[in-house]
Each structure stands twice: as C-alpha cells, then as structure tokens.
C-alpha cells in the first residue's frame, strides 16, 4: 500500500519569502501525488495534482510542485508567500484502481509580517 | 460544475445522543463518496467509502456507520455517541472513471459533550 511522509510538521515563513513544504511518498510503480490546503475550520481545497508528463505541475494560487521518481519526492514550493497561505498543507498518494488516497499528517504553516 | 454540500456547519450534541450528518454532491453522477474525520491537531482519518448505491465500506471500527441510499447523497449516523467522537468531519466524493483525485465538503464541526 502507499504512503506519505511529511517530514515537517509546522514551518514558519515571512511574507514575500520563498516556501517549500517536503513530502515523500511510498509506493511501488508511479502514483498519483496530490497537494490540498486547508484554512482553518473549512475543507480540504485541491492545489495541484501529478498524473504522468511533465514533472514539473502548476496549481492554483501560484504554487507548483516537481514530482523526482529518484528520490520519491513531490516537493510543493511557492516563490513568494502572501499572509494568506497560512494553513495546513497536506501531500496525498493515489494509486491505479484503488480508491482511497494516503494523506499525510499535513504541514502548517505560519506567515509572520 | 460539481459542488458539495455539508449539513450541519457545527453540533453540538450529549453522549449518548445519536447522529446524522449528511452530505449530497451535485453536477455529477456515480460518484465515489468518503467521510474523513480530523480530530484537533491530528490529520484525516478515513472512516467509510462507497462506489456506489448502498455500497459502504469501513476503514476504523468504531461506533459510527454511514449509508447511501441515492447516488449523490451519503449519511453518517452514531446511535450513541461518545466523547471522542467529537472532531471535525469531511465528506468528499471523487470520479468513478479518474484518476481518484478527491473534493471536499466544507466540514461539519461535531463536539460531543
């Protein structure tokens, strides 16, 4: 079965720096990656998602994400961070005929002025 | 385009009582269904998913079951609820021909006391 590891559980970042939030994931053959946000008290909302292609995947509100086969890795990165990305992040896997996603513990992360 | 509805938005119910959420998706057809809990500071846990009509299957055992008695509505019901029922609950639905990518509800926010 798959599986997500979000190495860090809260990360703090000043507005206008760069972000990365880290996930590895395990499965063996090619999976499906995901990336959601969640605000406080609302659901769960989809960033981006990797199926196959390019690598390198773009999502909404100016995030991307680079999926590295070699290091089973889907690192979500954000080149300059506005106070309203404070939230929780979280990495998902998906797998081919299996309905269930792996979610990970999540990330949260605080934007300081 | 598909949305979600959630109801209620919070509760706040007795041990002991029992519990209905529901959940209805619109602008699709044979979705796959799910209802994840998050307790306070924890990440999702998936209790129960369908593919279909009066299709459930369970992920935790607990005190909780869900039903599907149409196609685009899932029910989550306790006959007795416990304290460490409380948390905050998702309900998502994805395609049943993708590739699983999920959307979520905005959550219903359940304390039981």
């Known amino acids: 079965a798959q599986s997500v590891t979000q190495p860090d559980i809260h990360i703090t970042v000043s507005e206008g720096a760069s972000l990365e939030l880290r996930c590895n994931y395990s499965?063996?053959?090619?999976?499906?990656l995901f990336w959601y946000v969640q605000s406080p008290g609302q659901g769960l909302q989809l960033l981006l998602k990797?199926?196959?292609?390019?690598?390198l995947v773009q999502g909404i509100k100016g995030f991307e994400a680079e999926f590295k086969r070699s290091q089973s890795s889907f690192n979500l990165r954000k080149p300059s961070v506005h106070w309203s990305d404070a939230a929780e992040y979280f990495c998902?896997?998906?797998?081919?005929?299996?309905?269930?996603?792996?979610f990970g513990a999540g990330t949260t992360v605080t934007v300081r002025a | 385009s598909q949305t979600i509805h959630q109801w209620p938005a919070t509760l706040v119910q007795p041990v002991g009582s029992p519990l209905s959420l529901e959940c209805t998706v619109e602008?699709?057809?044979?979705?796959?269904l799910y209802w994840y809990r998050q307790a306070a500071g924890r990440g999702l846990q998936l209790l129960f998913y369908?593919?279909?009509?009066?299709?459930i299957s369970s992920e935790v055992p607990q005190n909780l079951s869900a039903s599907r008695p149409q196609d685009r509505q899932f029910i989550l019901s306790s006959k007795k609820l416990l304290l460490s029922d409380s948390g905050f609950y998702l309900c998502?639905?994805?395609?049943?021909?993708?590739?699983?990518?999920?959307?979520f509800g905005p959550g219903t926010r359940l304390t039981v006391t």
């Open positions: 998902a896997v998906g797998a081919d005929n299996d309905y269930k996603l792996s």
């Open positions: 998502a639905w994805s395609s049943g021909t993708g590739k699983y990518e999920q959307y």
């Open positions: 990797y199926f196959s292609g390019d690598t």
């Open positions: 499965y063996g053959a090619t999976p499906y």
């Open positions: 602008g699709t057809s044979n979705p796959n």
């Open positions: 369908s593919v279909g009509i009066g299709q």
